[in-house]
């Protein structure tokens, strides 16, 4: 990611329930900031950290957005674990 790089990915919420969300700086550099829209691409929830959690719908397309707060960059790895595989 470099300072005017913002990343899109996309899921589905399969059965649905509580999903952690994650990203992982591989430099150290990144200090992400998380977005997540609905199926719709509406904004659902913004998170200035590298962690966050949704609620989601049964069978419901979501999309999360990372970039790099104050024009941060790096490599990094993102995480979306659904709760109930962490416990």
Known sequence: MDGS???YYRF???SGGS???HVRSES???????????ATKKLIDEK???D???V????TLYYIQVSGQRSTTGPYTLIVND???SQ
């Open 48 to 50: 200035l950290g590298a």
């Open 83 to 85: 709760s109930a595989d």
């Open 28 to 38: 150290g550099r990144l200090i992400p900031a998380l977005d997540i829209y609905n």
């Open 5 to 7: 790089d913002v990343d």
């Open 52 to 54: 966050d959690s949704l």
């Open 12 to 14: 589905n919420s399969g």
């Open 56 to 59: 989601a719908q049964p069978n």
């Open 19 to 21: 999903f952690q969300i």
